[in-house]
């Protein structure tokens, strides 16, 4: 719960930061506002995909390709604005019959590259449902569904790796050193192993997007201070919002969560079914 909440609350608490410079004033509420003029405490695409996510888990018993992209698709018919230029141009061809692995290499040849965020902050449900190293494998799948480029699957499964380490008990230490050594793609190794080696840029580029969350998250002593660090980034603030959210919720749990964020937050009660529900169907629980 803590994982799933506390991304939706990064996503939200940044949303309104989206696209801007590093703020003067530090926001430490959810205020209205943004590029989208979003409301106080409502989720953009970074929630909405990573429940999709959660649900196709939830319906299918586990990982499938086309159940997936079905519900993401279903995702961007309701708010295609919020979502980025990867995903995009992917779903209006998959909605116009191209085959979907066909639609992610048509997109990374149009754009020239598709190492964006995207994939990056729909995949933390892949941790609470596998146990690392499975999720490691799930979360490249699970991008390569838009992102061609394999870095973005990579920087994506780092993190998930983290996540699912620490719902199931590691410290922090312990999992950040686990997906260090299950990720092999060097340039996410580089960046993302060391982290505090790199100011944070809280960019739309997946590896850049991962190491502003990451570095957020391990360098902070509390879920609120890491959280609160990554949106006041700027930039792209909802999704390094939402991603250090999600690992700082893994790793400090659901009661470290402030109330205020909770009572404020659009679909509250929503996502603590679903994370619930997600992770009684676990696969390390069936087994």
Known sequence: MGSLV???????????????????????EFRSGGRHFRKKGTVTDDTLQAVAVAESLIASKGFCENDIVAKLSETYIVRPEWFGPTSTLFFDLVQSGTVPHHAAWIVHKRNHGSRTNGSVMRGFPLGLFFPAPQVYEMSLLCSSLTHYDPVAGHAS????????????????????????????????????????????DP??????????????FMTAKSLEQAVLSAVNLGGDADTVGACCGALAGAYWGFDAIPARWKEGLEGYDRLVQLAETVWEGRVDRRA
């Open 203 to 216: 960019s739309l580029d997946s590896v850049l997007c991962a190491h502003a969350a990451l570095h957020s």
């Open 6 to 28: 506390a991304l939706a609350i990064g996503d939200a608490l940044g949303a309104p930061l989206e696209g801007s410079p590093k703020p003067e004033v530090w926001l430490a």
């Open 157 to 200: 499964a780092f993190l998930n790796v983290m996540v699912s380490d620490m719902v199931r008990g590691a410290s922090r230490r312990k999992a950040f050193r686990h997906a260090c050594s299950l990720c092999t793609k060097i340039e996410a190794h580089q960046m993302l192993a060391n982290y505090d080696q790199y100011d944070p």
